[in-house]
Nanobody, 125 residues
């Protein structure tokens, strides 16, 4: 599985961005796609994840209510719509795939196998 994240950029506080994750390879190779972020000096944390087969979604606590994850299985794409962005959201955002039938919901990096290269989101006035 190869993943490519895109859509990052610079935005002012309160603004929005939509990140995209393109997955190559067979969708049978993974159960879920997750978005993670790594802020400067911090550990990688889960933002949101979605089960590709049944659409179940889990959101991280720090972003709940401000982000929406969605999928387009026909295009092998997963999206992350982020609204009301805050400077604390500045980070490199990664998408990753998980083969774990249940543990994908934990939204922790340990359960995710393949990672994209990351896209930088900068929120600043």
């Amino acid at each position: 599985v190869q993943l490519q994240a895109s859509g990052g950029g610079s935005v002012q506080p309160g603004g929005s961005l939509r990140l995209s994750c393109a997955a190559s390879g067979s969708s049978s190779d993974y159960v879920a796609i997750g978005w993670f972020r790594q802020r400067p000096g911090a550990e990688r944390e889960g933002v949101a994840c979605i089960n590709i087969k049944d659409g179940r979604i889990v959101y991280g606590h720090s972003v709940k209510g401000r982000v929406t994850i969605s999928r387009d299985n026909a295009k092998n794409m997963v999206y992350l719509q982020m609204n009301s962005l805050d400077p604390e959201d500045t980070a490199v955002y990664y998408c990753a795939s998980s083969r774990a039938e249940r543990a994908w919901e934990y939204l922790t990096p340990y359960w995710y196998d393949y990672w994209g290269q990351g896209t930088l989101v900068t929120v600043s006035s």
